[in-house]
């Protein structure tokens, strides 16, 4: 992770990016990753969509895409100084609370 | 990372909620939460959504929906057996390649 | 449609709201909208999410964000001066040209 | 509204795709194509995305998205029997309710 993040600031400083880079321009880059991410499973069944079923050139690009969500990701983070593993970590016990076992078990949430 | 990725194996598997996780479906979530982090920033202007000028309030939702992100990203890492990291190590390389530094600098890109 | 352009113009005017609608949030805040859309069908299968399978209060939570949709659509239209029904219209022969009937036909298109 | 809506039909009925294009399939495809919409804006500042400053390459590809979107929320629409307009022109009274002219008036909502 550290590795990734020093990889991203040097690719940024070289090409003088930072100043594209507002939290609000880069949530609209992460978004739009997400859609490409997403498009790949568009027309396929939630079958299709499993791992077993993926053809090479899928699993590709998907594999393309989630590079470049977290790339956005960590950006966002980087320009607000926050520590997505540690909000992630922080969020389970939320949902936890938000979704009691008893009553979530089996349904599609919601 | 791996205490997360645990933390959410076992909230999935307590209440049976692998059944809806498909790709397809968790890409769709993916992408609904970062169209929420979106929102925060939606009529700020670029300046705005800068962390000196956001308040307690609005860095405490994008906290969240941060958590919520790299929670669902990793879910679908999890699935498809791919490395996050990984993956955005990979495209850095490729992307200089794609942006070359001496007609990229100071230009929005594309 | 004019008599919606028009209310939209009114709402807008009486909150001196055009200040904020560049096509650049605009096109944020419809992003926002259609994930929301689809959010509903989210943990659905694609059976479920046909109408007969909806219930009715999934039903009125479809047809909010449909209004939503459209009217963030004609701001963005207005703003830039597009029709969109004239700009579906030309799309529909290139998309033909682009998906021959004989090589598309039952295909899952891509 | 009509010309295009029978246009589509013809489209979708002849390359036999309706069995794709259930409200869940189209729901992620809209929303692709409004990502792609919020892509050309992206890197530009919120003046950058107003009509005057938009090249005609620019506004070349923002028309081809609105075709798409409005294709694809013509299609939604359609498989789910609601009529867009009437559900923008119900929206706007719930609006003013939600934001009263006196406490919105020119202030960026939420």
């Not at 992460?30 to 053809?55: H, V």
């Amino acid at each position: 992770m550290n590795i990734l993040m020093k990889s991203i600031r040097n690719f940024v400083s070289a090409r003088d990016w930072g100043q594209f880079h507002s939290p609000k321009n880069l949530s609209m880059a992460l978004t739009k990753e997400c859609a490409e991410l997403m498009e790949i499973f568009q027309w396929k069944t939630t079958d299709e969509s499993e791992s077993e079923k993926l053809s090479d050139v899928d699993m590709f690009r998907i594999k393309e895409e989630v590079g470049d969500i977290i790339i956005y990701l960590m950006m966002i983070c980087d320009r607000l100084e926050i520590d997505p593993i540690q909000e992630g970590i922080k969020k389970i016990p939320n949902n936890a609370r938000k979704y009691p076992i008893s009553q979530s078990i089996g349904n599609s949430r919601k």
